[in-house]
């Protein structure tokens, strides 16, 4: 599946993730996820942009950033840069904190974007430590119930405004399993695979390529029409022959790795 050029130098909403180098750790303190909070600020001062979810994992991060004057790419890399000499300095490590450059997916709808932070803040789930979103301390859900003191560089009032204001009606929608209430744009749909398959994917069976494939091979029949097609159309199968040949050997895939089980249904619950 192509890379898809981003639209980092636009104004707009977007999703964006990145993780630790060979999934290793980013986070190793309580302290470093007190100081990326203080890094998104000075972002959000020098660049203008906002804040209005996040979710810090020990190996990855997610946020819903808006930037009304188009600087994510400045953004992210003032703040990747920083936060890996915070963390560099602090414990004496060298070299590189994250496995590169960002992954970012625009949001140009109001029911993506709604979609978007529950994921973001549903991400807390996969830890068997935590049974409840509520008692994460690292994601922007206990501010957006009021269970905390909001920092002043994260907006709430924008999306509480779609549940009108109604911080219960929005705790509902977080906690629910509901699938979205309109299908997303097509052409979202292989940047979120690919999203999601660098959160996710255990690096041990198959390239990001033939993971992101198998995924959506997967989802091909749980897709509506206007992304199946779509789907379709990019995988390019050449005879029905061919599809078939390609379902088996995806479910292969996922039998051999649970992480692409995984990964087909966080795409599922996002977009389909």
């Known amino acids: ?13 977007f999703h964006v993730m990145n993780r630790g180098v060979d999934h290793q750790q980013i986070f190793f303190a309580d302290s470093d996820r007190v100081d990326f909070g203080r890094l998104l600020g000075v972002g959000h001062q020098r660049f203008g942009v906002e804040v209005h979810a996040y ?26 840069s920083a936060f890996t000499r915070h963390v560099n300095d602090r414990i004496g490590r060298d070299g590189p904190l994250f496995r590169g450059r960002f992954r970012s997916v625009r949001i140009d709808t109001d029911a993506y974007l709604r979609c978007v932070v529950r994921y973001i803040h549903q991400n807390p789930l996969d830890l068997a430590s935590v049974e409840d979103i509520d008692t994460y301390r690292w994601s922007s859900h206990r501010t957006y119930l009021g269970h905390r003191r909001r920092p002043s560089w994260l907006r709430t009032d924008f999306v509480l405004d779609m549940f009108h204001g109604d911080s219960a009606a929005f705790d ?48 091909l029949d749980q897709l509506p029409d206007q992304l199946h097609s779509d789907m379709l159309q990019e995988l390019a199968f050449p005879t029905p022959g061919a599809r078939r040949t390609a379902l088996s050997k995806a479910r292969r895939l996922a039998n051999a790795d649970p992480a692409i089980a995984s990964i087909t249904e966080r795409v599922r619950r996002l977009v389909a």
């Open 172 to 219: 509902q929608f977080v906690r629910s399993d509901d699938p979205p209430p309109n299908p997303g744009r097509p052409e979202l749909l292989t940047p979120i695979i690919e999203l999601i398959v660098e959160e996710v994917r255990p690096g041990q069976t198959g390239s990001n390529r033939s993971i992101s494939r198998a995924v959506s091979v997967l989802l």
């Open 1 to 13: 599946m192509g890379r898809r050029q981003r639209g980092d130098n636009d104004t707009g909403w």
């Open 55 to 80: 979710c810090l994992m020990s190996n990855h991060f997610h946020l819903l950033l808006h930037c009304p004057t188009g600087d994510l790419s400045s953004y992210m890399h003032d703040l990747g």
